[in-house]
């Protein structure tokens, strides 16, 4: 059961992954024996989650502005440079935008759609060619979406993150069609995080972690182990024959909204 679970000998990007949920996806891969290269457009973030993360096992960061053409070829370019082949891909950068109706810029839109949506396509689109080299009958290559529960249900009132949760709900969509597409010798799959501690989700947490999490069903807020957990499960034999679905990992959130 345990080698289920195994990534040894295995190669994975996580865009995003200079901070929050992307370094708790990298720790979860690093620790079940994954090579792991952390990409997105702040190196420093980048370099200090490498330097937390290097006793784990081997990892590299690549600098690249992933919500354009040119950054995700920039991504796939690096790393076939260092790789013959890649074995998962963890969509998880991000961008937010918050602003009352009356006032929501145009660039809100098109900032976070760009991130959100549009380079989810191109840096698989990107790296596919990598991904079927990593792929076997027996244990497809891997694309792994950080969707949001804010994809399923409207936030609530006062959250004027308009373009996050359409970002969000289009991620999902784009999840399952991908999904399709790249059958059967990559698996498509997407994660809706709820509520984990980040820069992004630092707004929400005001009143504290153990005082937001005490109202939610478990009770808690997620933890890296959470996180962790689902990349590795996703990444793994174990989820060989799961593909286009969008997984809630919220504490039971999306059971109440």
């Known amino acids: ?36 290269y952390l990409s997105s457009r702040k190196e420093a973030e980048l370099d200090a989650a490498v330097a937390e993360l290097s006793p784990l096992g081997r990892v590299e960061a690549i600098p690249a502005d992933l919500g354009t ?37 145009e660039s809100g839109f098109d900032r976070v759609f760009n991130v959100n949506v549009k380079g989810v396509f191109l840096v698989t689109r990107a790296l596919v060619p990598m991904l079927r080299a990593g792929a076997t009958d027996d244990d497809p290559a891997r694309v792994v979406n950080t969707g949001s529960v804010d994809g399923f249900h409207p936030p609530e009132r006062g959250r004027n993150n308009f373009s996050y949760s359409a970002s969000k709900a289009a991620e999902h969509m784009l999840s399952r069609h991908l999904a399709g597409e790249l059958a059967p010798h990559i698996l ?12 992004m989700t630092k707004v929400l947490l005001t009143a504290g972690e153990e005082a937001v999490g005490a ?9 890296s182990d959470d996180m962790a957990g689902i990349a590795v ?25």
């Open 1 to 36: 059961m345990t080698e289920l679970f195994r990534l040894d000998g295995k190669v994975a990007v996580v865009t995003g992954g200079g901070r929050g949920i992307g370094v708790m996806m990298a720790r979860g891969l690093l620790q079940a024996g994954a090579a792991v």
């Open 233 to 257: 499960f996703l990444a793994s034999r174990a989820s060989s024959y799961i593909t286009g679905t969008v997984i809630p990992v919220d504490g039971g959130v999306s059971t109440i909204r």
């Open 215 to 223: 109202a939610l069903p478990l009770g808690r807020v997620g933890s």
């Open 188 to 199: 498509v799959n997407a994660i809706a995080p709820g509520l984990f501690p980040s820069k």
């Open 69 to 105: 053409a040119e950054g995700a070829q920039t991504l796939a370019d690096a790393l076939a440079a260092r790789e013959d082949k890649l074995h998962a891909l963890f969509n998880n950068a991000g961008a937010n935008w918050g602003a009352p109706f009356d006032e929501f810029p």
